[in-house]
């Protein structure tokens, strides 16, 4: 909470100064990227995001680079005269802006976050949490792998996040408002804006989805990742992730959105987790619904159908990423999950995309499924 107060704080400051900042903030990227950090993050599988392996690879970096692994990647203190000696004076933008600490004897610490680089794009994200404010995971890359911004679209960002997927598509398009209810990652957010130098082109929002975007405004690209774990509604389960139990809480509220903020050949896409029975999803007949009362096309790219049986690692580790928020123990949910999907008469847990476009009510599907059993976000066969 202290950490939170102290972001906020700063960043009062920040947005006044808006250009300082972002002088600041490039010039430690700049440093960091003639000292070798981000050689280091891009040896690594782009669409497998493990931070397990920074720890595990660090002794075959350089001594000098291994200083930076353990501040800017492991959370662990360091001296300034190390960072100093690496990066100037470039590092004590992150104190200002209340992301790093000082500690006694010359130590200072990144607490709460990491700095990550995903396609030349700098973010910083939460350490490895159960509960996290700003989320980075496996499908912030699937999304990020589809997005179709182009010269000149205007997107809309919801739940952005770290902001990942918005500098992707400013990349390419003339203006991208980000949307992200969690203060915390909104001021991170705008951080992350301002290091790759997009402060003028994304726009950062707070409140619920299209809540705070101005009436009657209208989009060529929104994009999506939004909470997406379906899980009992009965069972706590981390914010940044609860989608009920068919995923579906949040995404049916954007679609709901769309044939008000989508411009005559607008598109959106969005990545999405369902329960199936291993042919319909749980939510078909409701996506029907919803495309012929808004006149609405569907393009829904099912990527695998994963057995949820009670020998499948992904029910276990499903059940188990609601533990650290839950009361109940780990066999409790079990039980509980269980229980929700015999009653439903669902085995499967299902990865799609939704791409979505003006039109008549039509559904169509790509059934990855049907020759994929490997990948999650991606087909691997």
């Given at each position: ?265 607008g598109r959106a896409q969005?990545?999405?987790?369902t329960f199936s029975d ?104």
């Open positions: 909470m202290a950490q939170s107060i102290a972001i906020t704080s700063a960043l009062d400051e920040v947005f006044d100064h808006q250009n300082q900042m972002t002088a600041e903030l490039q010039a430690l990227t700049r440093c960091l990227t003639h000292a070798g950090y981000a050689e280091y993050l891009t040896s690594f599988d782009p669409y497998r995001f493990r931070p397990e392996q920074f720890l595990r690879y660090k002794a075959l970096a350089s001594p000098q680079l291994r200083v930076l692994i353990d501040f800017f990647l492991l959370n662990k203190s360091v001296h300034t005269d190390q960072l100093t000696g690496l990066l100037s004076t470039s590092w004590q933008v992150l104190v200002h802006l209340g992301l790093a600490e000082t500690l006694p004897q010359n130590q200072v610490q990144l607490p709460t976050y990491v700095l990550h680089q995903h396609y030349g794009h700098w973010i910083f994200i939460d350490r490895p949490t159960a509960d996290p404010n700003v989320y980075f995971g496996d499908d912030s890359q699937g999304l990020f792998h589809r997005i179709t911004a182009r010269p000149g679209d205007r997107v809309l960002d919801l739940c952005s996040g770290s902001g990942i997927q918005a500098f992707q598509s400013a990349t390419y398009a003339a203006q991208v408002d980000a949307v992200e209810i969690n203060p915390v990652a909104r001021r991170v957010l705008r951080i992350n804006s301002l290091m790759n130098g997009l402060g003028d082109r994304v726009r950062t929002f707070g409140g619920s989805l299209f809540e705070q975007v101005e009436a009657g405004q209208q989009y060529d690209l929104v994009t999506a990742n939004p909470p997406l774990v379906p899980f009992p509604n009965s069972v706590k389960y981390p914010f940044v992730g609860h989608g009920g139990i068919d995923g579906f809480a949040v995404t049916r509220k954007i679609i709901s959105g769309l044939n008000i903020h989508l411009t005559e050949l969005i990545i999405a987790l291993g042919n319909a999803l749980m939510i078909h007949d409701e996506l029907g619904e919803l495309a012929q009362n808004l006149n609405l096309d569907f393009v829904i790219t099912v990527i695998n159908h994963v057995p949820m049986d009670a020998s499948s690692a992904f029910f276990d580790g499903l059940a188990a990423s609601a533990v650290q928020v839950e009361t109940h123990t780990f066999d409790e949910i079990k039980q509980i999950l269980r229980k929700e999907l015999d009653d439903r008469g669902l085995k499967y847990l299902t990865p799609y995309y939704l791409f979505v476009r003006r039109g008549s009510g039509k559904i169509y599907y790509q059934n990855m499924a049907r020759y994929n059993r490997e990948g999650l976000w991606f087909v691997l066969t």
